[in-house]
């Protein structure tokens, strides 16, 4: 079946402008995820939503940063007055559940550059 | 703080060398320690969830195996194929942090002919 999908998958901006990165999980998952992932690092965990809700908001690194998930299904993330440091690689990931060990599928990420 | 740390941090072998990649972890109650793929410009791809210590997953010329404090990646055999970034992720606790996984840097193996 159809996987994650990650929308677009490159984006270049100029410093101080908005971008929205936008994730399709897998049908059927309840639980989504971004996170972050720069060069020769792992992932970095920025918010969960279990269905339309924020479950944990905690990873996000200040309030330029904002995620939405309005029918419990495809998640948009804003970022405003981007900055050269946010320039990363996002994922996004769906699992069945967001407890008891359910693996995480990841889509293949938006590579983010702001000049 | 809950810490995942791997090693070595790149290894490289030859065909056929069989050889292992180490995930310590400190977390406070392990809920699953997942191992996952990474090929370059690709998402992570799901390889293995372990739950409790003791528990060994094996998957074609893969075996991961657990213990209270650290998991193993044993390579059997490896073809270049298998070169890729390993990573190694715990997933732990309670309340609203129970969906987030901890993931450590990865070991990125290279396997030449």
């Known amino acids: 079946g159809a996987g994650v999908s990650q929308t677009p998958s490159n984006k270049v901006t100029e410093k101080g402008k908005y971008v929205e990165l936008r994730c399709d999980p897998i049908?059927?998952?309840?639980?989504l995820y971004w996170y972050r992932q720069s060069l020769g690092q792992g992932p970095e965990f920025l918010i969960y939503f279990q269905g339309t809700g924020a479950a944990d908001d905690s990873g996000l690194p200040n309030d330029r940063f904002f995620a939405v998930r309005p029918e419990g299904s495809v998640s948009t993330l804003k970022i405003q007055r981007t900055e050269r440091g946010d320039s990363a690689v996002y994922l996004c990931a769906s699992s069945l559940s967001g407890t008891g060990g359910s693996p995480l599928h990841f889509g293949n990420g938006t590579r983010l550059t702001v000049t | 703080e809950d810490q995942v740390t791997q090693s070595p941090e790149a290894l490289r072998l030859q065909e056929g060398e069989s050889s292992s990649l180490n995930c310590s972890y400190t977390?406070?109650?392990?809920?699953?320690l997942f191992w996952y793929r990474q090929d370059p410009g690709k998402g992570p791809e799901f390889l293995f969830t372990?739950?409790?210590a003791g528990e060994e997953k094996e998957k074609e010329r893969l075996k991961a195996t657990l213990t209270k404090k650290e998991s193993f990646l044993h390579i059997t055999a490896p073809k270049p194929e298998d070169s890729a970034t390993y990573l190694c992720?715990?997933?732990?606790?309670?309340?609203?942090?129970?969906?987030?996984?901890?993931f450590g840097r990865g070991t990125q193996l290279t396997v030449w002919p």
């Open positions: 992720a715990v997933q732990a606790g309670g309340g609203s942090t129970l969906g987030r996984l901890y």
């Open positions: 977390v406070s109650g392990l809920r699953g």
């Open positions: 372990l739950y409790s």
């Open positions: 049908s059927g998952h309840t639980a």
